[in-house]
């Protein structure tokens, strides 16, 4: 973090302390992208110097991250196409692969825009499961998990979604809505996938159960057993992972959600179908990935998002001009529908 003066500021950096007017009030939450409009309001303020993040050390942690996760990737594509074609898996090759995304999710600062920049890189199957082991990785960090424990959450979302290779594409790529009878195939890969994986030796009994069950609920409403109570850990962790990527992805079927609705969308089904505690560590965690982000509402305004309640998370505060703050908390008829990069 560096201070600095006002008139050397430039837009693109990113605030490293809160700035306050002198009533006390939040003028820029931490985080916040600095634009034009920034540099104009702090002139007419009288403020003369602020405090922002380093940039250089983000610059080359992004390259970093976009080499592991098109690595991840190719590996994905490349086991998927193998499972396919009755071959078994190499697990010391994805266990490597998941050490490297591990130590991706410790080192990158805002692993959530790195994820949205990656989203469109390939096919939404191939991507998501990154993308899930990922954000798996991500929740065992939060949840406090030993090293072990993540890597094998890692693992689990890699996997989970690897019975669908034997799911026909033109289901799967659909872009209507399912007939029962489709859905009712597409049901069938988690039992598919856990069969293919329980043929190799050396696949962790835990991994294989996250995969079977990734889509269990815990009031039953869930498949392909419709097991309820108690749901294995790992696969609960997959679940929220896979639920949060999933809506906020362009699928053949439905468009991309926001990562607040998202959030609220996990907020919901918290109560009686996945996993309470889990959902509300990332509940809380997730909305303060975005302090600093322009999004659009659904009025269609742009602006910026400058504060996170802790009891709201997803109904932060966005100034959406120089002098104009809307507080979502307090506007229930507006919603944030978007986060642009």
Request: contains cysteine; charged residues 25%; negative net charge.
């Amino acid at each position: 973090m560096l201070k600095i003066r006002v008139n050397t500021l430039k837009p693109g950096m990113k605030l490293g302390k809160d700035i306050f007017t002198y009533d006390g009030k939040l003028l820029l939450a931490k985080g916040t992208v600095i634009a034009e409009e920034h540099l104009k309001s702090f002139a007419n303020r009288g403020i003369s110097e602020v405090y922002i993040m380093e940039a250089s050390p983000q610059v080359r942690t992004t390259k970093k991250f976009e080499e592991a996760f098109d690595d991840s990737l190719d590996l994905v594509k490349s086991f998927m196409l193998e499972a396919k074609l009755g071959q078994s898996l190499d697990h010391k090759e994805i266990e490597a692969s998941v050490e490297v995304l591990q130590q991706q999710v410790f080192s990158v600062n805002d692993i959530f825009k790195h994820l949205r920049l990656m989203k469109d890189k390939d096919d939404y199957l191939f991507t998501h499961s990154v993308n899930v082991s990922l954000l798996s990785i991500l929740i065992g960090r939060w949840l406090k998990c030993e090293e072990g424990i993540i890597k094998k959450l890692g693992m689990a979302g890699m996997l989970h979604d690897i019975g669908k290779v034997y799911i026909s594409s033109d289901i799967l790529n659909k872009p209507g809505k399912l007939t029962p009878e489709e859905f009712e195939e597409i049901k069938k890969h988690p039992i598919l996938g856990y069969n293919f994986l329980m043929q190799s030796e050396d696949i962790d009994d835990d991994v294989a159960r996250a995969v079977l069950m990734h889509h269990e609920r815990l009031d039953g409403s869930g498949y392909p057993m419709g097991v309820r109570g108690k749901i294995n850990f790992f696969a609960s962790v997959v679940a929220v992972a896979d639920v949060y990527d999933a809506v906020t992805s362009n699928r053949t079927y439905a468009g991309k959600l926001s990562p607040y609705a998202a959030a609220d969308i996990l907020w919901e089904e918290s109560f009686g179908k996945l996993d309470p505690k889990i959902v509300k560590v990332f509940y809380d965690r997730v909305a303060n990935f975005y302090v600093g982000n322009e999004v659009v509402l659904s009025n269609n305004k742009r602006g910026v998002v400058v504060y996170v309640h802790q009891t709201q998370p997803t109904r932060p505060i966005v100034m959406v001009g120089e002098n104009e703050f809307i507080n979502l908390a307090e506007e229930p008829d507006l919603a944030i529908v978007e986060v642009l990069d």
